[in-house]
């Protein structure tokens, strides 16, 4: 047999900073690894979560240079919680701005999972000049049956308790265009009421994101967490809202243009917030990419089988630093 896979040992970033991308929005980065290394950009799901420091350990830090930040008004991005000029094409400008102005590469691999697998899929897609690879976890391409079986008439089947729990928290009386009736409550005016939404939310997509759920570890009720929070649940909402501003099948469409973008696709045969119907129908779309469906595993990134292709496929594309040149980047912010 072989020996397990493990992950890498945690890291501390050696550079971070803000980046103002205009609209009024700064963008919080920090670069983990060696400079001069394989470049790469870490993109996190969400909308609105923002990244982590477990997210570091999925990279060899000798043979990579990443640059993980958060998205407009996610983490410590501001403002915080942020509608305004919050679409995808100012996201996919904002990781074009990163790699030209922070990381200072020409080309760099894109790593994406669950909203981050589509915002790399348009990003790639857009700028397939500037893409070295991609690694692709938890698909999810923003068709408007995705978001109905989010929303409408599918998640609900799987789980109807956890269903029924948040449709009590955020809207008892109202059964009909819940997108509608949850947006309300997290623009309401009382800040309680929003924040009883966004709990609710996200205490919903924990529970239904990994086949046996095992929560990371909790900050509480404090007013960090209650941050967080709401911006994952606002920003989502917004998103969804809007038919994550790109066209109804818009990515699947242009799959074409990646074939000749070395890409590798891991996704959970039970994933229920992005079903496998719809990363196989990408792999249909693009069967030069390399696809993995994991058996027994859900949509998180940490479950067991999807963690370790994840890792095989970073150690894949890995490339050590050339000790004859520079480190390359701006390492400043």
Not at 204 to 216: A, G, I, N, R, Y
Request: aromatic residues 12%; negative net charge; hydrophobic residues 40%.
């Amino acid at each position: 047999m072989n020996a397990p896979i493990t992950p890498y040992p945690p890291s501390e970033p050696y550079a971070s900073g803000y980046l103002d991308v205009g609209d009024g929005h700064r963008l919080y980065w920090e670069r983990a690894g060696t400079p001069g290394a394989q470049p790469a950009v870490f993109l996190h799901g969400g909308p609105g979560a923002g990244f982590s420091p477990a997210h570091r350990r999925l990279f060899d830090p000798q043979g990579y240079d990443v640059l993980f930040f958060d998205q407009r008004g996610a983490g410590r991005s501001t403002p915080a919680a942020s509608l305004e000029a919050n679409t995808t094409d100012h996201l996919v400008a904002d990781i074009e701005a990163l790699r030209r102005d922070i990381m200072g590469v020409d080309r760099w691999l894109v790593f994406g999972g669950s909203w981050g697998s589509t915002l790399a899929l348009a990003y790639a897609q857009a700028h397939v000049e500037r893409v070295d690879a991609l690694i692709l976890r938890g698909i999810f391409t923003a068709t408007q049956s995705e978001l109905d079986w989010f929303y409408r008439s599918g998640v609900d089947q799987v789980f109807p308790d956890k269903w029924e729990h948040f449709i009590e928290a955020i809207a008892p009386a109202e059964r009909g265009d819940l997108l509608q009736a949850y947006r309300r409550r997290l623009q309401h005016g009382d800040a309680a009421t929003q924040l009883a939404a966004a709990r609710a939310w996200c205490r919903f997509e924990d529970e239904v994101s990994t086949l046996v759920f095992q929560p990371e570890d909790e900050a509480g009720d404090d007013a960090e967490a209650d941050l967080r929070n709401l911006a994952i649940a606002r920003i989502e909402n917004h998103y969804f809202s809007n038919g994550c501003f790109l066209r109804d099948q818009q990515l699947l469409h242009e799959a074409h243009r990646l074939a000749k973008v070395p890409a590798v696709i891991v996704h959970g045969r039970y994933d229920m917030p992005c079903p496998a119907k719809y990363a196989w129908a990408l792999h249909r779309a693009w069967p030069e990419a390399e696809f993995h469906l994991v058996e027994a595993a859900g949509h998180a990134y940490r479950e067991t089988g999807v963690f370790e292709r994840l890792l095989q496929a970073t150690a894949r594309f890995a490339r050590r630093a050339d000790r004859t040149s520079g480190a390359g980047g701006s390492g400043t912010g």
